[in-house]
């Protein structure tokens, strides 16, 4: 009967703040008899640092009344109560870290063992402060109770046992709670899909947060190097507009009334970028526009070609680059609609028929003022150029590269041409002396160019033919050549009637032995010393751009000559290219500097002898191989006298590989 | 002759007035060749706001301010923004790049071609690029 009473104990009704610590295992009995004695052996040990009556006081007024007690006690005492109360303060942490892992199973973060921390006494109030257990409010840490903090504790939430039913914060449905689930931005819980998408958006924040690939910054500079983007100062505002531009390429719609130049400088990025595409093609394509500069055509397709030519009919100037996809059609479509077509460079329009080459020229006929064909397989063939040579007698531009099938016949076709100006080849079969030679005799007195690249047999009478027909030529190019002898070379430029060259290239003309890498000393091979410093002699002064890599029979004595002594002066030049010339050193390259007040680019890849160097401020030097990680060296420019101060210098690139 | 203003006033078309640095300003050629009191009258354009006299140079150079009827106010912003920012890294090295916002960018490229701002030019670039 007493068990049945005892069994029937009527329970009152509790108070939120006990349901809160029923809930979370808390038991407000345990507490009280945990303070109350905790209270007397304080008092038991001496006046320690007294212990304010239990109510719950600020951290301040703990720390207060702690002080007046400290100032009271004399020191030995001091010391002795709080290493106690150290002590019991790890005697109890200990003690409630063991509670915290019994009674966690699942319960979440640091309110549970705020909650007990608190309960406990022990540790200051916040779990995440792993701070200092030895706080400077020796033993009162049951006093430090953040009021604020208790009470927005007591209001919060707890996380739910798994099994529990849960609101999501996000979608507000009902879902069980499990262990996986993570929680919203307000702290409460979320089902399972908006969890996905939560982790997702992390995820995504994550990597554009992500850091770049090592290398990368310094792959930037060079590259920005090698486009002649100077590395000081801020960059210009259209620079910074275009590559904004190119970065949002997709939300591009409509360029406006941009003017042409800027037209084509964005079609420039966009090719460089590869994100020429038919969606993009459209930007570029207005039909007051006279000339289409597409230098990466390789994602437009047919219908593309032919948009090309039905938006833009009045095109003068057609320059298109990789043009895969374009097919007899798009050109028949062409020859019908653009009527004032002048200026015509397609690289790599190899779907293109030779009956279709042959009808371009037919009815182009007097119209057509240039051409640049370059890489075409199977297509263009030596009856074609004579067909074009018979019809388009107005051309004066013309440039055959990598063009496979032309040879000796396309050579004599092209020596017919009138009005011919700039002529430019390189030719994969064999041409023989003769026909360039009757080549040059015929039309060399009106040349203005002329690049012969890979006649790998040409020899000295070439040169000769040069010497004694061309009389205006501004841009002489000779180049991957080894028969052509050094002598050869200093009969050109000796006392020879022509002005002085602009563009002068000769790279890649020496011997090919490798038993004898020196070549031939009594008679070398390849633009050498003697040749080398004939052209400086005749072509210094007006000079722009002068190429001799790989020319690696011209000896130090001549470089020297030609750049490092003192009256040495090179007003025009702005690019010049050593690369593999090994007798290149650093006073060379300090001499041209010198001599040189208007260079903007030196390009020497491959020139071991150079080391340290002081680059002036306007000039970008690329490819000196001197390995010193990278170091940069900022500066300045010339001062009035001519002392160098040190310039941007990148060390440890990788070697082109040539020569 | 007196010294002239440190600052100058540029105007847009829809009557926004930036004051700016006169050597700030200058990046400019044509804003430097309009405000230029020295500067002969080779007046062309139909787009310059400015009266032929005879005697002292462009209306603009007297009274130190620049009127623009095609650029925009927040075009004309952002235009001044980069002169400031263009001057102050002058000679710095490895200068982040000015914020542009992309709905902004295209009439900014062609105000900027129109001020002709900074080196190098457009040409020389695209040569640059092409070489």
Known sequence: MSGRRNGNRIRGPQSALTDFLAANNISAAQIRDDHERRQREARNNGEGPSIAAGAAATPATGEDGADEDVVEIDEEEEERVREDSKKRKRKGEVEALEKIKKAKAGKGKGKEEKGKSKGKGKTKGKKGKKGDPDDDDDGDSDDDFDPDDLSRDMYKKSRPLPGQFEHCEICSKRFTVTPYNIEGPDGGLVCTPCGKELKKDVKAEKKSAAKQPQGRKRRKLESDRLDGLVNRGAKSLQQMCIETVAKHHDDVEELGDMPAPLVERLSQIFSKQRVLKPKTLPLFLRPDLQSVVLHDAAYLEADDYKQIFAVVPNVQKLVLGNTCQMKDEAMEYMLERCSKLKHVQLYASNLVSTEMWEKFFTVMGGRLESLALKWLDNALEDESVEVMARECRNIRRLKFKLCRRLGERAVAAIATLPKLQHLSLQLSRDVSNESLISLIEQRGPKLLTLSLEKFLDADDSLLAAIHSHCRSLQKLRVSENDTITDAAFTSLFTAWPNASLVFADFNATRDIDNNNSDGPLEDPIGLGSAGFTALMAHSGQALKHLDISSCRHIDLVALSEAFCSSDAVYPALEYINVSFCSRVDTEVVEGIFKACPALKKLVAFGCFDVGAVRVPGSVVLIGVPRAREGIEQFGGYFDGDGVGIQGIEIGGMAVEVGA | ?131
């Open chain 2, 1 to 131: 002759m007196a010294t002239l203003s440190q600052f100058v006033t540029l105007v847009s078309s829809d009557d926004f007035s930036f004051i700016v640095l006169r050597s700030a300003a200058c990046l400019s050629g044509v804003i430097r060749r309009m405000l230029d009191p020295a500067c002969i009258i080779f007046s062309h354009a139909s787009l310059l706001y400015s009266v032929l006299t005879l005697t002292d140079g462009f209306v603009e150079a007297r009274t130190n301010t620049c009127h623009f009827e095609n650029i925009s106010g927040m075009v004309l912003e952002k235009v001044c923004e980069y002169m400031y920012y263009n001057e102050k890294h002058r000679d710095g090295k490895d200068v982040p790049d000015m914020d542009i916002p992309p709905e902004l960018c295209l009439e900014l490229l062609m105000a900027s071609d129109y001020l002709d701002s900074a080196c190098p030019s457009l040409l020389h670039m695209a040569l640059l690029t092409a070489a």
